[in-house]
Every structure is written in structure tokens, then in C-alpha cells.
């Protein structure tokens, strides 16, 4: 199951530039394409605000 980004999400831009094959979205709150996602968990590990989390 791809990984999500909770409405914790800051947009800071640190996930985006962790994220090894660029699933990840800018916007208000940024997103996860979960077709891309390969779930490494990368993105998750990077994000100060733990706002990203494995899909339920």
C-alpha cells in the first residue's frame, strides 16, 4: 500500500527531494502519486512533522 500525507503535512518541500523515483506533489498540502510510490518509506523518515504514513 503506497504511502499517504496526512493533513499534518506543512509543505515544507523535505520529502520531495528524499523521494528516489519523484512520486511526491508540491501544493496547499502535497501528495503522493500511489501509482509511482514503491513504498521505501523514505519520505516518511524525512518529514519533520510526521505527517506521512503507510496507506490503509
Partial sequence: MAY???DD???CGTC???CPVG?????D???IN???CTECGTCAE???TEAIHPGA
Wanted: charged letters at 20%; one cysteine or more; hydrophobic letters at 40%.
Fill in 9 to 11: 503535512c506543512i509543505a
Fill in 4 to 6: 499517504v500525507i496526512s
Fill in 16 to 18: 520531495i527531494d528524499e
Fill in 46 to 48: 524525512a518529514c519533520p
Fill in 23 to 27: 512520486a511526491i506533489s508540491e501544493g
Fill in 34 to 36: 500511489p501509482d509511482m
Fill in 29 to 31: 498540502k502535497y501528495s
